[in-house]
């Protein structure tokens, strides 16, 4: 496995790759890398010659009162990881080498980065789709891997892709989850013993309300009722939203349909979990 530092060396590497005629699979992250990039590692190894990692914890997706600061960073156990799932060349950027001035030229999404996601965390969406945007330009055509945990981050950048022809293929890799379902988060960390056992609440919920729509209900209030209904009464958890929205616009529904996106945030202790399930 190849370590860069520097964007001229990802784009030349990538470069020489797709002459030489490998496909190029390329999985961006924060890194504290864990079981849920492991299988986007997985699947972009399978499905590509040429397997391409980031790791870069990106200022402009955090706001002035989140984790940035703390958010977990562990180099060497990453590496390992990386080297585990047959990484090609793994991109470690330092802040300087991302952004050497605070861009003045930013994506900003519409609507779409507005709800639910938007609403708690204002800029954030924006903030991802501007860094999604400058490693796919970095790591050239190729297929970017993303997670299904993080919908509303997919659908963003599946819709930048479209908007703006981004010569990329987004692949979207289902949620993995810990035995009793919690989903795999890097933030997962933050949670005392105590913590972790009230956070099942959100996977609880989320199939609490695909119970009331494979039982018929077609209502979305009366599913999303039956998600917030479990979540209000988990001690300790405190839901930002439950909503059962459309998976590209993020827009409520008028009716419960296959394929939907029933989404939940909330806080458990000092730690914001999110969680989807698709209908
Ligand atoms: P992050 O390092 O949190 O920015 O996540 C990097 C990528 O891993 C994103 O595409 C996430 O959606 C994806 N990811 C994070 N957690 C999971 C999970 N539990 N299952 C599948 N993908 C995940």
């Known amino acids: 496995m190849r370590e860069v530092a520097s964007s001229a ?25 864990h079981a849920g990039h492991r ?13 391409v990692a980031s790791v870069f914890v990106n200022p ?35 802040e300087g080498e991302m952004w050497p001035v605070p861009p003045e ?24 789709a501007t860094v999604v945007a400058k490693l796919l330009h970095l790591a050239g055509p190729c297929r970017a891997y993303f997670g299904q945990k993080d919908a509303q981050q997919l659908a963003v950048v599946r819709r930048m892709v479209a ?4 010569p990329n293929e987004i692949v979207a890799c289902p949620t993995v989850r810990e035995p009793d379902g919690l989903a795999v988060s890097s933030r997962n960390a933050y949670l005392s013993a105590a913590e972790r056992r009230r956070a099942t609440a959100l996977h609880r919920a989320l199939r609490a ?12 209030a009366d599913v999303e009722a039956a998600a917030r209904d479990l979540l209000e009464d988990a001690p300790g958890v405190e839901p930002d ?15 419960a349909e296959p394929g939907q996106v029933l989404a939940t945030a909330a806080r458990v202790g000092r730690t914001r979990l999110i969680d989807n399930v698709i209908l």
């Open 39 to 51: 299988a986007l590692l997985a699947r972009a190894r399978a499905e590509n010659a040429f397997l």
């Open 163 to 166: 908007d703006l022809a981004f």
């Open 105 to 128: 030229v930013r994506l900003r999404v519409g609507g779409l980065a507005e709800r639910l996601e938007g609403l708690v965390r204002p800029g954030h969406l924006d903030g991802v």
């Open 209 to 220: 309300g695909l119970a009331a729509f494979a039982a018929g209900r077609r209502d979305p």
């Open 241 to 255: 939203y439950v909503a059962l929205v459309d998976p590209v616009t993020f827009e409520p529904v008028k009716q």
């Open 60 to 94: 402009l997706q955090f706001g002035p009162s989140e984790d940035l600061a703390s958010y977990p960073r562990d180099r060497d156990a990453d590496l390992a990881v990386l080297r585990a799932e047959g990484t090609d060349l793994v991109f470690l950027p330092a």
């Open 9 to 33: 060396e990802l784009r030349a590497a990538t470069d020489a790759a797709r002459d030489a005629g490998a496909g190029v699979g390329f999985v961006p992250t924060m890194g504290a890398l």
